[in-house]
């Protein structure tokens, strides 16, 4: 069974920094593309970042330069850095990874930048 359970959200000043992380089980995140989505409320879902099999990275331009993607093959995770947080920043973040054709989602983490 395929589950994403991600962590590491809170309230956070901005300019700060925080490292979210997606624990995965049911399946290797080495074997598979996953990304980090947020949606911030009454907007659209928006990619943020994603690691490929191979580690190749990609990101949108929204985080590009201040954040980076990382995976653990042994702790079957995946993290995102963010760094120079900000209000607009503020939203839920989830992973995900397709599998199959299938998408699955955590059940995400808040993060809220403000003072």
């Known amino acids: 069974q395929v589950q994403l359970v991600e962590s590491g959200g809170g309230l956070v000043q901005p300019g700060g920094s925080l490292r979210l992380s997606c624990a995965a089980s049911?399946?290797?995140?080495?074997?598979?593309?996953m990304s980090w989505v947020r949606q911030a409320p009454g907007k659209e879902r928006e990619l943020l970042s994603t690691i490929l099999s191979s580690t190749k990275t990609g990101y949108g331009d929204s985080v590009k330069g201040r954040s980076t993607i990382s995976r653990d093959d042994a702790k079957n995770m995946i993290y995102l850095q963010i760094n120079n947080l900000r209000p607009e920043d503020t939203a839920v973040y989830y992973c995900n990874v397709l599998i199959s054709g299938d998408f699955y989602w955590g059940p995400g983490t808040q993060v809220t930048v403000s003072t």
């Open positions: 049911g399946f290797a995140v080495s074997t598979y593309a």
